[in-house]
Nanobody, 123 residues
Framework: QVQVVDSGGGFVQPGGSLRLSCRAS????????MGWFRQAPGKEREFVAA????????AYADSVKGRFTISKVSYENTVYLQMNSLKPEDTATYYC????????????????WGQGTQVTVSS
C-alpha cells in the first residue's frame, strides 16, 4: 500500500509565495509519477502540475505555467510545488497524488491521494 501526505499550505497575500510538499511512503517503486491537483469551492478538481519519479518529465496547467515549479528530490519520494506570484484565483485545496506510469493530467488516472492542504491568497 502507498501513503501520500501533503503539507505546506497557508495564507498569503497576492504576489506572495508558498511551497507545498508531498511525501509518498510504502510500496513506492519502479516507474511512477506524482501530481498536484486543486479544487476551489464550487468548482471541479483541476490539474496543476506533475512530475515523473526521476524528474525527467514534467507537465503544468497553462494557468500556472511560469509561476509554479514542480520538483522532486532524487533520493526521496518527496515532491515540492513552489508557487510564486500567487493570485486570488489560486485559492483552493491542493491535493498531491501518485500513479504508476508516466505523467497524466486527469485526476482519475491517479490511484493514491493525500488529504489536501489549503492555500488561501487574499489581501
Amino acid at each position: 500500500q502507498v501513503q501520500v501526505v501533503d503539507s505546506g499550505g497557508g495564507f498569503v497575500q497576492p504576489g506572495g509565495s508558498l511551497r507545498l510538499s508531498c511525501r509518498a511512503s510504502g510500496r513506492t517503486f519502479g516507474n511512477y509519477a506524482m501530481g498536484w491537483f486543486r479544487q476551489a469551492p464550487g468548482k471541479e478538481r483541476e490539474f496543476v502540475a506533475a512530475i515523473t519519479w526521476n524528474g525527467g518529465s514534467t507537465a503544468y496547467a497553462d494557468s500556472v505555467k511560469g509561476r509554479f515549479t514542480i520538483s522532486k528530490v532524487s533520493y526521496e519520494n518527496t515532491v515540492y510545488l513552489q508557487m510564486n506570484s500567487l493570485k486570488p484565483e489560486d485559492t483552493a485545496t491542493y491535493y498531491c497524488a501518485l500513479r504508476y506510469g508516466g505523467v497524466r493530467r486527469a485526476d482519475y488516472e491517479y490511484d493514491y491521494w493525500g488529504q489536501g492542504t489549503q492555500v488561501t491568497v487574499s489581501s
